[in-house]
């Protein structure tokens, strides 16, 4: 059975940090790529980052850039997303999720590129 699991979540004041973590089990996934993507209240999935197989070749939504930087650990099967200087609205449920393809593709933003999801997890930034 594959599982993506999200840890890592909380609540944090604006301009501090958090680093989430999301363990694969179920399937070897150091050969897929793999993102990050979030969820407000009332809002669509968005993406928020992508990382192919090695971890060489990442992308960023315009809206995290130089403040979230994903990375992976392929001997644990893990992905990270750390997460400074945050704002009030980057306050969202937070996914991980995985595609059956080493390479970022081209359209690595958007959820249906993605085989596998996970649960979620509850960030909060408060003002």
């Known amino acids: 059975q594959v599982q993506l699991v999200e840890s890592g979540g909380g609540l944090v004041q604006a301009g501090g940090s958090l680093r989430l973590s999301c363990a694969a089990s179920g399937r070897t996934f150091s050969s897929d790529a793999m993102g990050w993507f979030r969820q407000a209240p009332g809002k669509e999935r968005e993406f928020v980052a992508a990382i192919n197989w090695s971890g060489g070749s990442t992308y960023y939504a315009d809206s995290v850039k130089g403040r979230f930087t994903i990375s992976r650990f392929n001997v644990k099967n893990t992905l990270y997303l750390q997460m400074n200087s945050l704002k009030p609205e980057d306050t969202a449920v937070y996914y991980c999720?995985?595609?059956?393809?080493?390479?970022?593709?081209?359209?690595?933003?958007?959820?249906?590129?993605?085989?596998?999801w996970g649960q979620g997890i509850q960030v909060t930034v408060s003002s």
């Open positions: 999720a995985a595609r059956r393809s080493p390479g970022l593709g081209q359209r690595p933003q958007l959820p249906i590129e993605y085989d596998y």
